[in-house]
Antibody, heavy 117, light 105 residues
Framework: QVQLKESGPGLVQPSETLSLTCTVSGFSLTSYSVSWVRQPSGKGPEWMGRMWYDGDTAYNSALKSRLSISRDTSKNQVFLKMNSLQTDDTGTYYC???????????WGQGVMVTVSS | DTVLTQSPALAVSPGERVTISCRASESVSTLMHWYQQKPGQQPKLLIYLASNLESGVPARFSGSGSGTDFTLTIDPVEADDTATYYCQQSWNDPTFGAGTKLELK
């Protein structure tokens, strides 16, 4: 059974860079695609971007200029970096597993990120 | 981006039947999925590809629709179903609806 666990700082200063790690167990990243999804409090989720099993990436066009997703297959980890953070980037950030046809079947527990000085 | 529109809230009594709707701004074929989220928890997949029940999800949940109009039905509703329900399309870059909050009377 696949498990995903997010880690990273809970507090980020405005204009700084957010760095998050998703550690995947139970499935190799060379055969499993991972997306990052964020959710402001009280609002619907927002897809941020995806690391495909073959190493290719895709990004939400609204975030593309600030966002980078990478991976380390030897550690089975996927990384998110997003720069120029503002207060409206505050929310819970989830690492999710993507099954066939884009089904977001697996979710990590999420990490709460607050952007504040 | 494909915009998904859901009604904001519903209140029903236990034992009743409830339908939650999701309308897409363009056709997404049957690439529509439904999630349940309880406070403080991550979303949980209920229905995938419009009408397929995820393993382990009670048969009280069902989904239907294609193109632009989709429905999640819970019949009968139980107290534990109090949650927010989201639709999500995967026809193109994924988008989610704003959610329908289900409350029990």
């Amino acid at each position: 059974q696949v498990q995903l666990k997010e880690s990273g700082p809970g507090l980020v200063q405005p204009s700084e860079t957010l760095s998050l790690t998703c550690t995947v167990s139970g499935f190799s990243l060379t055969s499993y695609s991972v997306s990052w999804v964020r959710q402001p409090s009280g609002k619907g989720p927002e897809w941020m971007g995806r690391m495909w099993y073959d190493g290719d990436t895709a990004y939400n066009s609204a975030l593309k200029s600030r966002l980078s997703i990478s991976r380390d297959t030897s550690k089975n980890q996927v990384f998110l970096k997003m720069n120029s953070l503002q207060t409206d980037d505050t929310g819970t950030y989830y690492c999710t597993g993507i099954h066939t046809m884009g089904i977001t079947a697996d979710w990590g527990q999420g990490v709460m990120v607050t952007v504040s000085s | 981006d494909t915009v998904l529109t859901q009604s904001p809230a519903l209140a029903v009594s236990p034992g009743e039947r409830v339908t939650i709707s999701c309308r897409a701004s363009e056709s997404v074929s049957t690439l529509m999925h439904w999630y349940q989220q309880k406070p403080g928890q991550q979303p949980k997949l209920l229905i995938y590809l419009a009408s397929n029940l995820e393993s382990g999800v009670p048969a009280r949940f069902s989904g239907s629709g294609s193109g632009t109009d989709f429905t999640l039905t819970i019949d009968p509703v139980e107290a534990d179903d109090t949650a927010t329900y989201y639709c999500q399309q995967s026809w193109n870059d994924p988008t989610f609806g704003a959610g329908t909050k289900l409350e029990l009377k």
